[in-house]
């Protein structure tokens, strides 16, 4: 694999990046750097029905962790994924659930409450941070801190405690810009070599899979210095 030198903005800036924030190594740096940065980086993706975290329902909702094959290269390990109902009272936009395709009153949708969906990923993402030696774990996501956001809103809505680090964050669209030239996820993805269906986007599940996808492929291009 050839080494990204400092004469280039890629070089310059990803590498520096690498060093400062993430875990993206083989198994042997990365069990050196969770001790150093205590960090577990995950995938995640809100789909929320409007822009307020606050006040409208997060109605899917998709997180991938991250593991390393023998190899030392970053690959999807864990995916999950749930429809969720809305909170009482929150806003609903007929012109977003248009967009997104959700049909809320839908059986086959299988939603369930807020809480028990994120319950269930804070215990994977939990389990995964004993594994790893780790105290929080970082968001990656394509707008990451509007995910974020997303996600602390419910979080304080269900009374929990989140394993995510509370304002820390990867975000893709920088990070394909440096790669590809592209901050739209779609044409991101496509310039990346990543098969894209626009039939399946705006889906937690299918944009939570594309920018994982773009993410392994970003940083396991990239040796860590």
Known sequence: MAKVTRKTPLGRNLNALLREDTLLTTT???????KKYDSLLELAKAQQVHISKLTDALLEICAIILGF?????????KTLHFHVEPFKGANIEPSALKFNGIDIDNPFRLAVPEKEALSEIFKCVSDDLVIEECTRAILVGHNAFFDLGFVKAATN????????????????????????GETVLAKAAVKSGIEWDNEQAHSALYDTKKTSELFCKIFNSQPLL
């Not at 094959?69 to 390990?77: L, R, Y």
């Not at 809505?157 to 590809?180: E, G, N």
């Open 28 to 34: 042997e740096e990365l069990q050196r750097l969770t």
């Open 69 to 77: 094959d023998d190899n030392g290269n970053f690959f999807p390990k």
């Open 157 to 180: 809505r269900s009374k929990l405690k989140s394993p995510f680090h509370q304002f820390s964050t990867l975000d893709t669209v920088s990070l394909s810009a440096l790669y590809c």
